[in-house]
């Protein structure tokens, strides 16, 4: 049962031009989300989050916008740069389990 | 260096042998998380501890699977009698709970690569 899900393995975009990677998610049970980035050999690295009372979040070049409703949320990145380069998960967590569950992940590859 | 830090890094072991992994979390953080993750998958929740006490399992960590965290600052992972299907990248992830406050960023180290041959 794949609560998180990220329905595209993958992505391509130029240098310069935004990225969005988008997730899906089924247990209206959860009341946060964080979007994490893993590059190869490395364990996956906080990027930023957003709670369910809020429909947006952000920082720097990174956005998260969520859709309570479609249950859906989306990480925007602009502009994107060759570094970031990586597979983004997106996770998502209810006080009332404790755990944090991650989607499969979307590699992002940016092109020069 | 005050990431989460995991040893070993690499193993590959014989089916049927024993294994024991290592996490050393950020000193002040009193929740210790274990994940599993497989080729194509995200992180899977296996286990966690608030401070010495394991508070939650999942139905993936078998009774082949034991973790303690017995000062409440490294933990282990030990998997008995390893089966093909354990090889994954084990990781492990820390972050720090005060009161009611969640912080919901985990920190994770760089995880342990285990091939069963």
């Known amino acids: 049962d794949q609560q998180v899900k990220q329905n595209s393995p993958s992505l391509s975009v130029q240098e310069g031009r935004i990225s969005i990677l988008n997730c899906d998610y089924t247990?209206?049970?959860?009341?946060?989300f964080l979007w994490y980035k893993k590059y190869p050999a490395e364990g996956p690295t906080f990027l930023i989050s957003i709670s369910s009372i809020k429909d947006k979040n952000e920082d720097g070049r990174f956005t998260v916008f969520l859709n309570k409703s479609a249950k859906h949320l989306s990480l925007h990145i602009v502009p994107s740069q060759p570094g970031d380069s990586a597979v983004y998960f997106c996770a998502a967590y209810s006080g009332g389990y404790q755990k944090v569950t991650f989607g499969t992940g979307t590699k992002l590859q940016v092109i020069p | 260096d005050t990431g989460v830090s995991q040893d070993p890094r690499h193993k590959i072991t014989k089916r049927g042998q024993n294994v024991t992994f290592r996490c050393d979390p950020i000193s002040e953080h009193n929740r210790l998380y274990w994940y599993r993750q497989t080729l194509g998958q995200g992180p899977e929740f296996l286990t966690y501890?608030?401070?010495?006490?394991?508070?939650?399992k999942s139905r993936l960590l078998s009774d082949r699977f034991s973790a303690e965290r017995p000062k409440g600052s490294f933990s282990t992972l030990e998997i008995q009698r390893t089966e093909q299907g354990d090889s994954a990248m084990y990781l492990c992830?820390?972050?720090?709970?005060?009161?009611?406050?969640?912080?919901?960023?985990?920190?994770f180290g760089p995880g342990t690569r285990l091939t069963v041959l």
């Open positions: 247990n209206s049970m959860f009341d946060y």
């Open positions: 501890f608030q401070n010495e006490a394991q508070l939650e």
């Open positions: 992830a820390s972050t720090i709970i005060k009161g009611d406050k969640i912080n919901n960023e985990q920190f």
